[in-house]
C-alpha cells in the first residue's frame, strides 16, 4: 500500500510518501510545495498544482492529513484551514480514502511522546525510515503522518480500531 502524508500550510505543504508491506515501512519520497507569493487564491492554485504532480508521480494509494488546531491567530488559522482544503479536494479529486489525525496523534504515534518537539519527529522519522533525508521540518511532518496512518488506517482492521480507540 502506498501512503502519502500531507502537513498542510500556505506557504510550505509539507508531503511524505512511504510504501507499506505488512509490518514494513519504506521511504519513497518526501517534498514541499511552496505556494510562492501573491494574492490568495493564486497561492492556493499553485499548492493543488504541485501537488497534483506528486500524485502523478508517485500514483499513492491512500492518504492522511493533519487535522487544523486554533491557535492564537484566527486569520492564520483560517488561511491554514484553506490550504488544508485544498490538500482534501486534491485527494478526494484522486479518489483517495483520508485518513485526519491530531498532531499530538502522530507525534505520539512516531515519537512515543504526544508533545515531541519538531527536531524529535524529525530524529523519530529518519530512524524509522533508514536512508530518509526529509527535505525540510514540514516534508518530516508529513512522513510522520504517512508513518501514523501506517499504523491506524492501511487496514479494515486498523480503522476499527481507530474508531474504538
Known amino acids: 500500500m502506498r501512503v502519502i502524508g500531507i502537513d498542510p500550510g500556505l506557504r510550505n505543504l509539507g508531503w511524505g510518501i512511504v510504501d507499506v508491506v505488512g509490518s514494513k515501512v ?21 499548492l493543488h498544482t504541485q501537488l497534483d504532480t506528486v500524485f502523478r508521480e508517485f500514483h499513492p494509494q491512500t492518504a492522511a492529513v493533519e487535522q487544523t488546531f486554533v491557535n492564537k491567530d484566527g486569520a492564520g488559522t483560517l488561511k491554514l484551514g484553506q490550504a488544508r482544503g485544498v490538500a482534501l479536494l486534491t485527494l478526494a479529486k484522486a479518489g483517495l480514502q ?26 523519530m522519522v529518519k530512524l524509522q525510515l533508514p536512508g530518509c533525508q526529509p527535505k525540510g521540518a514540514d516534508a518530516a511532518d508529513a512522513l510522520a503522518i504517512a508513518i501514523c496512518h501506517s499504523y491506524y488506517g492501511t487496514s479494515p482492521q486498523a480503522r476499527l480500531k481507530e474508531v474504538r480507540a
Open 26 to 46: 519504506t521511504h519513497v519520497a518526501n517534498g514541499v510545495c511552496k505556494s510562492g507569493t501573491g494574492d490568495l487564491a493564486g497561492r492556493l492554485l499553485e
Open 98 to 123: 483520508v485518513g485526519e489525525y491530531a498532531p499530538n496523534r502522530v507525534k505520539k504515534t512516531v515519537v512515543g511522546v504526544g508533545h515531541a518537539e519538531k527536531e524529535q519527529v524529525l530524529h
